[in-house]
């Protein structure tokens, strides 16, 4: 291929294949418009559930709950996800991208079944809940929006895989594959096995709802399809780290603490992560009590440590390399010294918090057992995967896009000092969310209810007063979030519109990268201390104190309960 398909970003040094250039960008776009759809419906869902407030009927707050879950958790983050793939192949590995014609293909099943799974959300009474359980059926057309959405998406991993192959053949990288790709690397596999999981039960329910098969056993449907509901939350996990990875990088010229360890923590993801999804099925009759066991313990517990690994090791590298740029008196002159102002670190910085403290200590308690017993099927649930799909895998995507849009677009950030806040109020709603929907959820209050007020219920049930304040308080966090949110599309929007324009070999008017953390500076900072990240290991102990402390006050919430039987 002519050195006419490529350009060299002025900014960063990559080397961007023309055509890869083009679907990352569409990918990306197409990425924020379901983001804004998810948005205003979830202030639909936020607002119904605030008691006082009680938006919607029944029948339009379940419409907006299939579309927001659908929406957000599916159309936004794997139209994101694709255009990470193509970037972390093609643009990392200075490599033209594999069949681009191919990828506009799969960019065009993605689109249609997108727009054909919402058409039968909000025209054709599909209003299932994104989970669609057997034997509440959707329309047809729900089915198969989310299989043409599925090959699509399938089509794009193996573009992403066959890049690799020609990056290798054309030897344009030495040695092993940059952490960068291969993080990629294992949220494509994590995906083929995903989109599998979907296809294996998607595709005869779409033929039980065309009359071609006669029943669909809802048990076995439950099992299928939460291979394929809860390792799409897989697929983002180890595509959000990579980016953390990635973002150490370009804000501190940090390099991994070990490679080996992070490559080894992101195997496990691909070895255990994916039965995590065991935790949905405890309470199911169908499923065997050894499974159970086996997921939520031996699985359960390697997944966790791939994860912790992955928590010490990326803010490690970061204090590291602050260190032996000069940032080295206390614990934390390296964190508060941090460009903090800068939407794409703080966005990342608080989805670690937030993933880790909110979404990782709750996932440990919801995968246990015993003490999923006490928040199945309620609020705490849709609490627990806000703090992980949204604190840790959204937040990481928004910070992402700040850096991208003047490498891809060539437009610069429009009215900076929004962006810059935009982060921190998205961050601070998002936190309420979890917290306030974990809280109700604690309390018994069900998730998917209506009207958990019950007012005009033939059997009235009355909770206590502090979970509905729990909800009050969720509703006007959700207020903020999606102001955050408002914001988020508005600056991007604005900017691909109305940002300053830049030629090809413009730089802009900030630096996007900063320079890699010498060697030297490494050598000197080992001379002079002995433990390199005091302030990441003291950030560890707290996690740790705090997990142990929250798993002990789970158990005692559970002993209260043996007096039921």
């Known amino acids: 291929m002519s050195d006419s398909n490529f350009r060299t970003c002025p900014d960063t040094g990559l080397y961007l294949d023309r055509p890869a250039l083009k679907l990352i960008q569409f990918n990306a776009v197409a990425a924020v418009v379901f983001l804004l759809v998810g948005g205003i419906l979830a202030l639909g869902v936020g607002l119904t559930r605030w008691p006082e407030v009680h938006l919607l009927g029944a029948q339009d707050f379940y419409t ?48 249609i079944g997108a727009i054909m799974n919402n058409y039968a959300v909000f025209m054709l009474n599909s209003a299932v809940m994104m989970t669609s359980y057997a034997p509440m059926p959707a329309h047809w057309s729900f089915y198969l929006g989310l299989i043409l959405f599925a090959v699509g998406a399938l089509i794009g991993c193996f573009i992403f895989l066959g890049t690799l192959v020609i990056a290798k053949k054309e030897k344009t990288y030495e040695g092993s594959l940059p952490l960068v790709t291969f993080g990629a690397l294992t949220a494509c596999i994590i995906a083929v ?28 449907y439950r099992l299928i399809w939460w291979a394929f509901g809860h390792s799409s939350q897989q697929i983002n996990v180890a595509a959000h780290i990579t980016i953390w990875y990635l973002v150490g990088t370009i804000m501190f010229g940090a390099r991994p603490l070990s490679e080996k360890v992070s490559r080894f923590a992101f195997l496990l993801y691909i070895a255990v992560l994916q039965i995590a999804s065991a935790h949905h099925l405890l309470v199911d009759p169908g499923v065997s009590a050894e499974w159970k066991m086996f997921n939520t313990s031996y699985a359960m517990y390697l997944a966790v440590m791939a994860s912790m690994t992955h928590g010490l090791t990326v803010p490690g590298a970061m204090e590291a390399a602050q260190r032996a740029r000069g940032f080295n008196n206390g614990l934390f002159e390296w964190l508060r010294k941090a460009p903090w102002g800068n939407p794409t670190f703080s966005s990342v910085m608080i989805s670690i918090f937030g993933f880790g403290f909110l979404g990782g200590i709750t996932g440990v308690m919801m995968g246990t057992e015993q003490l999923n017993l006490i928040i199945h099927n309620t609020l705490y649930v849709p609490g627990h995967f806000h703090a992980t799909v949204v604190l840790g895998t959204t937040m990481t995507f928004m910070g992402l896009t700040f850096w991208l849009v003047p490498i891809l677009f060539r ?5 900076k000092p929004l962006c810059k806040l935009q982060p921190y109020i998205f961050g601070l709603g998002m936190t309420g969310v979890s917290m306030f929907l974990m809280g109700a959820g604690t309390m018994g209050v069900p998730r998917r209810h209506w009207d958990v007020s019950f007012t005009d219920s033939s059997y009235p049930y009355e909770f206590a007063s502090s979970a509905l304040s729990m909800l009050s308080l969720n509703g006007l966090s959700v207020v903020v979030a999606v102001i955050g949110g408002a914001m988020f599309c508005l600056l991007i929007v604005g900017a691909l519109l109305f940002g300053k324009k830049l030629g090809e070999n413009e730089k802009c008017s ?29 950030l560890g102990m707290i996690f740790m104190t705090t997990f142990a402390l929250y798993y002990f006050i789970n158990w005692k919430y559970l002993a209260e309960t043996w007096g039921l039987s």
């Not at 794997?78 to 069949?99: D, K, P, Q, T």
Request: aromatic content about 12%; glycine content about 6%; overall charge neutral.
């Open 64 to 111: 907006a709950l299939t579309g927001h879950g659908i929406n957000v958790l599916i159309f936004w983050i794997i139209f994101f996800e694709i255009a990470v793939l193509y970037f972390a192949s093609s643009s990392v590995l200075r490599c033209r991208l594999a069949a681009p014609k191919l990828g506009w293909v799969a960019f065009a099943l993605m689109i």
């Open 193 to 220: 096995f995903t989109i599998a999981s979907g296809a294996l039960i998607l595709l005869p329910t779409f033929f039980w709802q065309l009359g071609l098969v006669s029943h669909i056993d809802a048990g076995v």
């Open 411 to 415: 437009r610069e950030l429009i009215l």
């Open 510 to 538: 900030e630096p996007i990268i900063v320079a890699a953390v010498t060697d030297e500076q490494y050598a000197e900072l080992h001379k002079t201390t002995k433990n390199t990240i005091p302030g990441t290991f003291l």
